[in-house]
């Protein structure tokens, strides 16, 4: 099964070296997530992030010509954020729509009901 760029997928973490860390995908590739794409701060040793038979979820970067795949842990990371905090906000933007339509049902019940002009009238005269 080829891998397609911008898709995330879950691997395994198979070798680590000073640059990066090796990361077998299901479909039997095995692609790079380089040492800048482990975390969103510096890394200064990928060890303190990453370990041999780690389980992972990466954003396929680029596969090249030569069947080289570049991937990303750091990026994977934030388009799941990206969902979560989408999904927050439809939920928010509901909430808010239901309660303003509450509100507007429970001031046009309680409003106090106008009568006619001789009864206005009669309380003052």
């Known amino acids: 099964m080829p891998v397609e760029v911008g898709s995330i997928v879950e691997g395994v973490v198979t070798g680590i070296t000073k640059f990066g860390a090796f990361v077998t995908l299901p479909g039997g590739e095995t692609g790079l997530v380089h040492i800048s794409e482990v975390a969103n701060s510096y ?8 370990k041999k038979s780690d389980l992972v979820k990466v ?17 994977a990371m934030a388009d799941a954020r990206k969902k979560e905090r989408a999904s927050f906000e439809d939920k928010l933007a509901r909430f808010l ?3 303003d339509e509450k509100l507007q049902h429970l001031k046009r019940n309680n409003e106090p009901r106008r009568r ?6 009669e309380a003052y005269y």
Do not use: A, F, M
């Open 43 to 50: 890394v200064k040793d990928i060890h303190d992030y990453l």
């Open 116 to 121: 006619g002009r001789g009864t206005y009238r």
């Open 59 to 75: 954003k396929v970067l680029s596969v090249d010509d030569n069947g080289k795949i570049g991937l990303s842990i750091r990026q």
């Open 97 to 99: 729509k239901e309660s």
